[in-house]
Structures are given as C-alpha cells and as structure tokens.
C-alpha cells in the first residue's frame, strides 16, 4: 500500500549539500515512523536518521549536525537535508516508512557520492 519513491541523490564535493526526498503512495494516517539509512562499499546497512508521526527525530552520532530530518505529512514525504558532506557520507540511502501494524517499506535507494 505504501511504495516510496526517492529523488535528489547524486555526486557532489566534499563540504557540499544535497537534499533527498522520499514520497509513498496512500494516507498520512497510516504513516508512523519514517526513517533513512544507507549502506556504504563493504559496510553494512546503518540507520542514519528517523522522524515519528508526531516530529521526534533521532540521528547517528557520524551524521549529528550536519543531516536534518523532517517530514511533510500532508505529502506522505520525508527528507533527509545533509550539509557538509564527507566521502564517508558515499552510500545507498534508502527511505523506510512504518506504517499501522508495524509493517515497513522501502524506497528504491539513491547513490550518494561525496568526492573528495
């Protein structure tokens, strides 16, 4: 019921910013905690930021400061603004969507490559 759809990833320098945005299918009401993770070259797959229904968000310490998460309920869309990028920042994102039951999707992943 939910399929999210990611945009905005890309290359950029190091000290560079990007914006993602990850946009599902069906009702706000059924949305409760929106995440992103990423997973980098060799890495596992790491939860980088959430966002609940009601506006609490939490952060990664490697990412504190310098991502924000926020969420656009009236547009099923949340966004991951990262600022300050790092070469250790070059991964897969992908957005997450908990919905009523506990039941998650996942967006298709965007490549971020940080150049340095």
């Known amino acids: ?3 999210p759809v990611e945009s905005g990833g890309g290359l950029v320098q190091a000290g560079g910013s990007l914006r993602l945005s990850c946009a599902a299918s069906g009702s706000i009401f ?5 995440l992103w ?6 890495k596992q797959r790491e939860l980088v930021a959430s966002i609940t229904r009601g506006g609490s968000t939490d952060y990664a310490d490697s990412v504190k400061g310098r991502f ?15 600022n300050s990028l790092r070469p250790e920042d070059t991964a897969v994102y992908y957005c997450n969507m908990v919905v009523v039951g506990s039941h998650d999707f996942w967006g298709q992943g965007l490549q971020v490559t940080v150049s340095s």
């Not at 059924?30 to 929106?34: A, E, L, R």
């Not at 993770?37 to 060799?42: F, I, K, L, M, S």
């Open 1 to 3: 019921q939910v399929r």
């Open 30 to 34: 059924s949305i409760n905690t929106m």
């Open 37 to 42: 993770y990423r997973q980098a070259p060799g």
């Open 68 to 82: 924000t998460i926020s969420r656009d309920n009236a547009k099923n869309t949340v966004y991951l603004q990262m």
